[in-house]
């Protein structure tokens, strides 16, 4: 098994996940009691890492009800493969919001969307993106008009409510669902707010760090799904720490889960309180059998 060291690139991974690097619980957590139980990555592609991303910003969103909606999608036909059209697509889409904000002619009106928005990016099942946006406004925009501008696919103009709005934020596209090409980036921008669409954040005290910058860790996001599926978060005494198994955790979490029951050490919601006398050695001891019997 392997730990988890201090290094720069670990804390930063922790601080994004929301993981460990020793750091304090509530007083009512704390014990001495170990338990271990499955990392949970602040993440737009993890069903539950999603709301620590989202509550980061979930009290500066605006209520968008009535605002104009918009959703952008890609006629295959147009494209040799999924990654070129994301890539043209993403382009075009500035350039459309570019236009509208300049002002469209249409059947003899001037259109003029120049609201602040926001965009998320999501992708269907055939690894094809699509894209929706929300602008702050009421203002009319003919389907005709922007289908018009856009000329990649097709497109629907509409209003939404706040409910349907959390709703988008909060859909989950799973690792597991998304297109090879996205697995080889290293980023991909799945939220974004122009100036304007989130309220101002609360105002923070300046902090002057005397502490050297840390080099970010470079993973491809494949790579980094599969570092936060090896990963665990072990707490005792109101802190936390992650480590890092050779496998999935999930994995080997499910070949002990049961006898964890048994002697009374599950506590439901996947997390498991470590043997005193054994401490990991189980786990070790499982991983190595899986991964003997994959070799």
């Known amino acids: 098994m392997n730990i988890l060291g201090e290094t720069c690139a670990k804390k930063r991974e922790d601080r994004q996940g929301g993981g460990g690097g020793d750091q304090p619980l509530p007083a009512t957590a704390a014990n001495h009691e170990q338990t271990i139980k499955e990392f949970v990555p602040a ?24 605002k104009l909606f918009l959703t952008f999608t890609l006629d295959p036909k147009n494209y040799a493969d999924e990654e070129t059209a994301f890539e043209d697509s993403r382009q075009w889409l500035r350039k459309v919001f570019y236009q509208l904000r300049q ?29 929706h946006a929300i602008f702050l406004t009421r203002r009319f925009l003919p389907k005709e ?45 799945v939220f974004q707010s122009t ?50 198994f050779q496998m999935s955790y999930r994995e080997i979490f499910d070949q002990l889960v049961l006898s964890a029951a048994l002697a009374g050490r599950y506590k439901g919601s996947g997390e498991i309180i470590i043997d005193r006398k054994e401490v990991l050695k189980p786990w070790i001891q499982m991983q190595n059998q899986l991964l003997k019997l994959k070799s």
């Open 145 to 189: 008009l922007l289908a018009a501008l856009w000329d990649r696919g097709w497109v629907k103009v509409q209003r939404i409510t706040t409910d349907d709005f959390h709703y988008v934020l909060k859909y989950v596209t799973k690792p597991d669902e998304l297109p090879a090409w996205v697995l080889k980036r290293k980023r991909l921008r």
């Open 43 to 66: 993440s737009w592609f993890h069903p539950v890492g999603i709301f620590k991303v989202l509550a980061r910003f979930w009290d500066r969103l605006p209520d968008v009800g009535g």
């Open 103 to 131: 002002g469209v002619g249409h059947e003899g009106k001037i259109y003029v969307i120049d609201a602040p928005y926001c965009i998320k990016v999501e992708f269907h099942e055939s690894g094809w993106v699509h894209y």
């Open 195 to 244: 100036k304007g669409f989130l309220k101002p954040p609360p105002p923070k005290p300046k902090i002057i760090s005397l502490k050297e910058p840390c080099k970010r860790a470079s993973y491809t996001m494949d790579e980094r799904f599969w570092r936060w599926a090896c990963m665990a978060v072990i707490r005792q005494n109101g802190k936390a720490r992650t480590i890092r």
